[in-house]
């Protein structure tokens, strides 16, 4: 018994001695935002083997990519290797700080991978290259990162963009013709002008999926109708002295609520997610549907000739968007073969693979989509979004929970358990959290 | 669910008395000695479930309960924070109402399935038709479904132009059809009624093995007596299935306050924050708020709960 007893507190000791030996954190390869080494934009003859991480939505261009770049280099060879969306953003920080790290990984937002350096700066590749003269400013200013590791905009390039989204607005050509529609709305009164007469003609105006948050996405055009893409870009990126409290923030809120109200969404928005939504647009159920280009495909196949898309209207012509943007593992033993990759994902070729899975692409002069059909829609729409300098971030990404908090809060929104005042106090507090 | 408190097990020999029998009849082994070498040999039977235990079972939750002590964004450096973490626990409003919403899930996994299970094991035990053992097998079949799975399904079912609402407008009931878990009022009654559906089998088989171990005897005499099924139900089943109505309790409560597959597949804790539990809290502080110290000292509190709920329950379940 006296054995016994004298086990326990040493066996006590023992283990907390070995826990704090042992502390959370700092075996993440690079603690410090990793300084690039010298770049060299030559392809040696060595064998080497590439792995790519990457998701459903925006892998299939990458994969015919990956095919023509080994074609033209038969010594690499690229592993393809994807995960679900929401899966990826969770698990791409613990990939890259195993010892199996890829290569080359799919970036869909800055989130706390470019802090803990598990992603190279690439401004020396962007030089060597020539990234900062082919893609617009404003493409590459969400994978610019500030030392705080949080304000983008500022500061070295942490991914190269390989193809772009957009969202805009989806349209039934056959129910706008319904009510007299015979082009889109070339601004927010004419669009919600749109949207009385199609309920008023039995019509659902604006079909809309809330299940994972995506009415952030309406709320965000209208209030980029309002405020412009520079003030909400500011506050998208994390720049200090920005604010979520804007009159285009509460009328988006506003419109929503009154959406809700009136029947102008369906009644179950919030148990829908977004390809629910999809589907039933596709289904003829909804004159609008706000989504990306993502969908362009599934909505072409569904309703053909139907099938319209433009930029959201307003002061300023805005879409929201981001890049499909590869950045490189801190832990890659090939960065300079990795980066060839990624300089080879913005060439024509690649962007051809990256339009047909409905991407917009870095190069698009070799474009010619068929007339009057949803993807011309898309690339004019793209066109007049660039023309108007109107591209801006997501808003579910000024931190790394306003994902959670927009979902909840215009779930509550459109359920009536909270209003325009709650709900922008609780979405500035997130950011403050992060952005302070 | 691998050591279910409240099952009989054989008690060890005394060790000492085994000693005796094996020690050589010539010599007369001094106690102690033996004593001794009969703890060591049960040691070194225990060593191996006890490493398991230790190094997957253990280490990982002091581990847990370590880095609940400091802020971590996951992969970065930590900082020391003392009981912040737990302060936070128990003052965000959102992580305040998980906890209250899996304390209400009890009533769904536990309280209603142990109530369900007990009176149709009743019914099954007291019918001697055919059938009664595909209608078993029927009950059974969620518990061995993937909860995943099971979260799918309740997903379709639930939905505006799903089953449920289907079946409420075949009877003229289309007032009530509504998309049920995306609504404020039903979601969080609809996401703990497919806890209900699951648990509800689990407990009726364990009702129907202990309902089998009643001496028949018992209820014969009952029966010479005058009772009816009603009184036979209610004092000679119900009081000899103390030892199963732990047991289920135990388990279903477990599986409330741990509860997380059903809600992922279902409503992610929406709408808002109505089906928020702890399980899926802690999922998304880990994954997409980086706030890992916070999440680990909300596991502690969760798992410390339900370790002293579990104890309360054996303790009031103990045979007088």
């Known amino acids: ?50 792995s790519l991480m990457s998701t459903p939505e925006s892998g299939e261009a990458t994969k015919k990519a990956i095919a023509a770049f080994e074609g033209l280099n038969p010594n690499v060879t690229i592993e393809y290797e994807q995960t679900n969306y929401e899966d990826y953003n969770k698990s791409l920080n613990l ?69 772009f989204s957009i969202v805009g607005v989806y349209y039934n050509k056959a129910l706008a013709a319904q009510i007299g529609l015979d082009a889109p709305p070339a601004s927010l009164e004419e669009l919600t002008a749109a949207m009385g007469d199609a309920q008023a003609a039995g019509i659902l105006p604006l079909q809309l999926g809330n299940a994972e948050g995506h009415a952030a996405f309406p709320v965000q055009l209208v209030a980029q109708a309002v405020d412009g893409p520079a003030e909400y870009s500011a506050w998208v990126y994390g720049q200090s002295g920005a604010t979520f409290d804007t009159p285009g923030n509460a009328e988006g809120l506003d419109l929503l609520a009154d959406w809700a109200t009136d029947g102008f969404i369906p009644d179950d928005a919030n148990g829908t997610d977004l390809q629910g939504s999809v589907a039933k647009f596709v289904a003829g159920e909804g004159l609008f549907l706000v989504d990306g280009n993502w969908d362009a495909a599934k909505i072409d196949d569904g309703l053909g000739e139907d099938a319209g898309f433009f930029a959201f209207p307003g002061t300023t012509t805005t879409g929201i968007g981001t890049s499909v943007a590869y950045g490189i593992s801190s832990a890659s033993e090939h960065p300079d073969v990795a980066a060839a990759f990624l300089d080879f994902m913005q060439s024509p070729a690649a962007g051809q693979y990256q339009w047909e899975q409905g991407f917009l692409p870095v190069d698009g002069t070799e474009l010619a989509p068929e007339e009057g059909t949803v993807r011309a829609d898309l690339l004019s729409a793209w066109e007049a979004v660039n023309d108007a300098d109107g591209l801006v971030g997501f808003n579910a990404n000024a931190s790394p929970t306003m994902n959670d908090t927009f979902k909840a809060s215009t779930q509550e929104i459109i359920g009536g358990r909270l209003d325009t005042r709650g709900a922008i106090e609780r979405v500035q507090a997130d950011w403050t959290q992060t952005h302070g | 669910m691998a050591e279910v408190p409240g099952t009989v097990v054989d008690r060890p020999r005394d060790p000492g008395l085994r000693g005796h029998r094996s020690a050589p009849p010539t010599r007369i082994t001094p106690r102690r000695a033996v004593r001794r070498r009969g703890r060591g040999t049960a040691l070194l ?62 009533g769904f996994y536990t309280v209603i399935p142990v109530f369900l299970g007990t009176v149709l094991a009743a019914i099954l035990a007291a019918s001697r038709r055919r059938g009664a053992g595909l209608l078993r097998t029927v009950l059974f ?174 303790r009031l379940g103990r045979e007088r």
């Open chain 2, 141 to 314: 079949l969620p518990q061995v479904l993937p909860l995943v799975a099971v979260g799918v399904i309740w997903r379709y079912l639930y939905s505006q132009d799903g089953l449920v609402n289907h079946l409420l407008a075949a009877v003229g009931l289309e007032s009530l059809t509504r998309p049920w878990l995306g609504d404020f009022d039903t979601a969080y009654g609809a996401v703990g009624l497919v806890g209900t559906w699951v648990a509800t089998g689990l407990c009726t088989i364990l009702m129907l093995a202990g309902i089998q171990k009643i001496d028949p005897a018992l209820y014969e005499a009952a029966r010479l007596d005058g009772a009816n099924r009603r009184q036979e139900f209610r004092h000679i089943t119900v009081p000899g299935l103390r030892r199963e109505v732990v047991v289920a309790t135990t388990v279903t409560m477990v599986a409330a306050l741990a509860s997380f597959d059903v809600v992922y597949a279902t409503t992610g804790g929406g709408p808002g924050t109505s089906t928020m539990v702890p399980g899926m809290m802690i999922y998304q502080l880990v994954f997409t708020a980086n706030r890992v110290g916070v999440a680990c000292a909300l596991a502690t509190v969760l798992s410390a709960f339900t370790v002293l709920l579990v104890a309360l329950i054996n």
């Open chain 1, 1 to 50: 018994m006296r054995r016994r007893h004298a086990l326990v507190p040493s066996l006590a000791v023992l283990c907390t001695t070995a826990l704090a030996a042992c502390a959370p954190g700092g075996t993440a390869p690079g603690s410090e935002p990793v300084e690039p080494t010298a770049v060299s934009t030559i392809l040696g003859t060595e064998e080497v083997t590439l």
């Open chain 2, 45 to 106: 039977f225990l060593a191996p479930a006890a490493l398991f235990y230790g190094l997957f079972v253990l280490l990982p939750w002091l581990h847990s309960a370590w880095i609940s002590l400091y802020e971590w964004d996951g992969i970065g450096v930590a900082t020391w924070v003392g009981f912040a973490n737990y302060v936070t626990v128990f003052t965000e409003p959102a992580l305040v109402g998980a906890f209250v919403h899996a304390i209400g899930f009890i």
């Open chain 1, 95 to 163: 990939a890259l700080s195993s010892s199996t790290a890829p290569d080359i990984v799919l970036l869909n937002s800055v989130g706390t991978t470019v802090k803990n350096g598990l992603v190279r700066n690439l401004d020396g590749y962007a030089q060597a290259y020539g990234w900062d003269e082919e893609v617009p400013t404003n493409q590459l200013a969400q994978w610019q990162v500030d030392t705080d590791g949080t304000t983008l905009g500022l500061g070295p390039l942490y991914a190269a963009p390989a193809g």
